[in-house]
């Protein structure tokens, strides 16, 4: 094979192996503003001891947060799970951006699997919300919060 | 000065087997850690560590917000009311300082 064509066939087969990453990785997270998933896996391992493969986007995990947050320092986050109180063991709540990417974990026993609260997102980065059930499963629920004013500096 | 802590359910008083909505104030700054002063000197972490919601003495719900949870944060729960009792609310923080709150809840 002469050198054109072989750079030709490499340049093509870069390319490609290019675009198929990209497609997976869009397939599997319809693209969400400021996302870092290493800073999150971080987290993730440290917690839970799971990586973000490990989780499963689910419809049953509602997450209510602003799309637009003025300050970083209150921003609202409700979680709720439709699932029977019984299956639920905890929610866990991550923001890709933050130093410390635990917000917070709830470990809930008799009441409904509902918790709200406010928390504090450095910089413009997806909420992740995470309830653990008890067989062990790890069902997320994203969204992407844009912040003017960072809560954390 | 122990940490204040406010409890509110909603409804006030709700009926046998409704929804109730439990929402738990406390008061304190939650300092993060990485935050500055006008001098430009990291002000120490200072945020509640643990917060223990009890149901007649038994543990109904355990949360444990990091430095990620806002100033004076609230922790809302939702549970069933089969029956009347007394929610007691402890928490305890990075420097020691712990804050305790009973309220009642009495069925309609």
């Given at each position: 094979m002469d050198r054109r064509k072989f750079l030709k066939a490499s340049a093509g087969a870069v390319a490609g192996a290019m675009l198929a990453s990209q497609l997976t990785s869009a397939l599997a997270q319809s693209a969400l503003e400021g996302e870092d998933i290493a800073n999150l896996e971080k987290g993730l391992q440290q917690v839970?001891?799971?990586?973000?493969?490990?989780?499963t986007v689910s419809q049953q995990v509602k997450l209510v947060a602003p799309?637009?947050?003025?300050?970083?320092a209150n921003v609202p986050v409700e979680i709720e799970a439709s699932?029977?109180?019984?299956?639920?063991k905890a929610i866990h709540c991550f923001s890709?951006?933050?130093?410390?990417?635990?917000?917070f974990t709830v470990v809930l026993n008799g009441v409904l699997p509902y918790y709200a609260t406010r928390v504090r997102v450095a910089e413009t980065a997806p909420v992740r919300a995470i309830v653990e059930t008890k067989d062990g499963k790890f069902l997320m629920a994203s969204q992407s919060v844009r912040v003017t004013v960072g809560g954390c500096g | 000065m122990p940490i204040n802590i406010l409890v509110r359910f909603t409804p006030a008083k709700p009926k046998a087997g409704e929804e109730v909505r439990v929402q738990i104030v406390a008061q304190h700054p939650?300092?993060?850690?990485?935050r500055r002063d006008a001098s430009g000197k990291v002000i120490p972490a200072d945020h509640i560590t643990e917060l223990n919601v009890l149901m007649d003495n038994q543990l109904i719900a355990q949360v444990k917000p990091g430095p990620g949870t806002s100033a004076n944060p609230l922790f809302a729960f939702k549970m069933k009311a089969s029956k009347a009792g007394q929610i007691k609310v402890t928490c305890k923080d990075l420097t020691g300082q712990t804050g305790e709150k009973t309220a009642d809840l009495t069925l309609a």
């Open positions: 839970l001891g799971k990586g973000f493969k490990d989780l799309t637009i947050a003025e300050s970083g699932l029977p109180a019984d299956q639920v890709d951006k933050n130093a410390n990417p635990l917000l | 939650m300092e993060p850690g990485t």
